[in-house]
């Protein structure tokens, strides 16, 4: 097949980092598979912010998969809970934040490994990083290459070595500044994506739970405005 460009799956939320992962994976070179696994109670908004930032990148496909992980809760974004808001740093930095949604990550993760191995691609893309959500226990290095030792004993194409599974996260070390700092490089409309907790029905931001403090603080520091609107 040469000439024809590779294929990712990328795991598009419709936020800020997975925005920038899914433009790393372009300037790499690969066709885009965009997956955005619509998951709990902000469904409408996350799922237009996906669909533009997929329309954004000239995806080759982007499949919408719903998984209703309000039937198990847990969490604040999938049960009534309410969402921390005006935290300080300290808090936002100690313990596994009550925004966790229990193993998240493991499950959009292998649904992107399903549909890659039926592509017949081989790289996953996620935006996950370790350095502002240091909580989160799947956004560690470890997990992740537990994940793609895993992928490759899992699947029909890993045991037949007709190729090696990667799990790429270009975001993992980086803190959000430098996150944005890329993105912008790389093109992304930050206006595009949307990344807080508790959006209004018209989908406006919050500007108050740890997401939006944790954007609105790396855009000040670049000396940026963030371009999303907020209440
Ligand atoms: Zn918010």
Redo the contacts with the bound molecule.
């Keep these: 097949m040469a000439g024809e460009a590779k294929k990712a799956v990328v795991l598009l939320s419709g936020g800020l980092d997975s925005a920038t992962a899914a433009a790393e994976a372009k300037a790499a070179g690969f066709d885009i598979y965009a997956l955005t696994i619509l998951y709990g109670q902000r469904h409408l908004v996350e799922r237009e912010a996906a669909r533009q930032v997929a329309d954004a990148l000239g995806v080759a496909r982007h499949v919408e998969q719903t998984i209703d992980l309000r039937a198990f809760g847990g969490s604040a974004l999938t049960d009534e809970i309410a ?1 921390p ?1 005006d935290r300080s740093t300290d808090e936002l930095t100690s313990g596994i934040p009550i925004t966790y949604v229990p193993a998240r990550n493991t499950v959009f993760l292998s649904l992107a490994l399903a549909w890659a191995e039926a592509l017949g691609a081989f790289d996953l893309y996620v935006g996950v990083n370790c350095v502002d959500y240091s909580g989160y226990p799947d956004c560690r290095p470890e997990f992740l290459r537990a994940f793609e030792t895993m992928a490759n004993l899992a699947t029909r194409a890993g045991v037949e070595g007709t190729g090696r599974f990667i799990i790429h996260a270009p975001l993992l070390t980086l803190t959000k500044e430098q996150i944005i700092r890329r993105g912008l490089e790389l093109g992304v409309d930050y206006g595009l994506t949307h ?5 209004t029905p018209e989908g406006l ?9 944790i954007r609105l603080a790396a855009f000040a520091t670049l000396g940026r405005t963030d371009p999303v609107p ?1 209440r």
């Excluded at 990344?195 to 959006?199: E, F, I, K, T, V």
């Design positions: 969402v808001k990344s807080c907790y508790d959006p931001a919050c500007g108050h739970c740890d997401a939006c403090a907020y």
